[in-house]
């Protein structure tokens, strides 16, 4: 038997009463080695000094030490704090089914990651927790936009004048939305409300795994869950930073479920080839993007073309770009062939304005480098992913954007085929991104590259290299 105490208004798990050797495989099992560059380095969850580790990663250690034959006590002195709230559930706002099972499966078991696709309503399924605990509650965000968005739909669907903490803000209400940046830095022992209830939305983005771990463990809330549309991770220390603070994924709903379901738009997948004028001999990575991406005319004049295209046929495009100077460049271009297009970024002084000329239709196309993740704007029904990038994180999130169902139009995907070995090899990570998260919706059409691959000796070779 291995006895293992929670105390009250405790993140941490003390193993109390065990054999000397279960120590010792707690330990092994809760190690990771961190990248620090060009060397690794073994860092470790668990303490040996006090014999303890993160909350969220008892179901990790139980599951662990059942398999090797025992028997695992916990004794959870913790009490749900928080107070009463008088919110009146919005009608308009009735949950789907895998919305109403996320929530049933979050009251159950108290604390856990929500994986639901983009377009799914992550907010909708949060707010449905908040409403049936009936607590006060902490919502954790990581930019301005979700900041406001989060407050508005606290608003109109449980009531309630949303607190923030935040864009030089720190108003707290019965349910507070709350930076994580801000809260970092003026400290979450300064938070005066008594939340029952901690929610981290877009929990996947563990690029400050650090910050992300140390504010989570610095909330003591019972009820902790994560929302995230791509719950994965490359690196295994960043997965075992996010479970730590808020327990493994306990409910997924698929994009593949929800398309066949027609909760989100079937995709169409299109492709974009176009040929070089000249091949790029930069070996540092930033010249070889200024060339073969930013500032390559061919390129850029076949997105600007397939922008037209799809803005005469009545879709709202956004253009994701990764660069400044290059969502400058094809708003020129667009503008030159008589396509009104604006561009966004959060450098953008006027960003909210643009934002709801796009979505009453007076923008056709939008180009940004904001609206990756979080950012709701149901309008967009085409993206074209003209920055690159092989993130498969970055890939999904950003076209989430074009797939909330919309009446006789399907949602169309668009990716650029760069000839440059590496950034060819970015484009075939993102396709398999793609093909897994889509499944059977990842269409004939984009099939086809991964034919062409295994027909071409020459492209086989450069997705090698």
Known sequence: MVTMRIPDRS????????????????????????????WEKPESLYDPYTNSFPVGLIPRVKKFLNSKGYRVRIKDERRVM???????????YKLRRYQERAVKKALREKMGVLALPVGSGKTIVGLGIINRLNLSALIVVHTKELLYQWADKVNEVLGIEAGIIGDNKWKEGPVTVAMIQTLLSRGADKLQGKYGVVIFDECHRTSAAEKFYKLGLSLPQVYRFGLSATPWRRVRGEEIKIEAV???????????DLIKEKFLSRPRFEIIHYESEMPSFSERYKELYEDVVMNNEPRNRAIVEKAAELARKGHRVLIDVRRLEHGKILKEMLEKKGIRAEFLSSQSPNRWEILEEFKEGKIPVLISTLLKEGVDIPEIS?????????????????IGRALRPKKGMKAVIVDVEDDDPLLFTHFIERQKALKQYYGKYYDSEAEKVYREISQSPRKAARARA
């Open 11 to 38: 993140t941490r798990v003390y193993v109390e009463k065990a054999e000397p050797k279960v120590y010792f495989k707690i330990y092994d099992l809760l190690t990771y080695k961190k990248d620090y560059g060009k």
């Open 82 to 92: 928080g107070e009463e709230l008088d919110s009146l559930w919005n009608p308009n």
């Open 246 to 256: 808020v327990g493994p994924i306990i409910y997924e709903a698929r994009a593949e």
């Open 382 to 398: 085409a993206i074209i992913l003209a920055g690159g990038g092989k993130s498969d994180i970055m890939t999904i999130q950003t």
